[in-house]
């Protein structure tokens, strides 16, 4: 598992490194869904994105392995995806009341 941690983790630091987007600033958000991520490629062979229902059509399925095809609209108009793992370079977190 922690091989699968690690292959997870590159690829969301890879993703963020090249796209024009980065990482959420919440390092332990970052990393439960690291873990989430881990587990769907045990259990399910792709890094599917953990905030999405898996359909069991391949097809279908594809669009949400990470960085998943909806994160752009979604980051475009929240300024972060639905996992909250990558975010707008101009992202502020909400501030803790």
């Known amino acids: 598992m922690a ?3 690690a292959d997870a983790r590159k690829l969301v630091e890879d993703y963020a490194a090249t796209s024009p987007y ?3 600033p919440d390092s332990k958000h970052v990393d439960k869904i690291i873990k989430a991520l881990a587990k769907r490629k045990l259990k399910n062979e792709f890094f599917y994105c953990p905030c999405r229902m898996l359909s ?3 097809e ?3 669009k949400i392995i990470c960085p998943c095809e909806y994160h752009v609209k979604e980051i475009k108009k929240d300024g972060i995806c639905s996992c909250d793992l990558f975010v707008s370079p ?3 977190p909400a501030s803790v009341i």
């Open 22 to 24: 980065k990482l959420n």
């Open 90 to 92: 101009s992202y502020k």
């Open 56 to 58: 069991d059509n391949k």
């Open 60 to 62: 279908m399925d594809a």
């Open 3 to 5: 091989q699968l941690e």
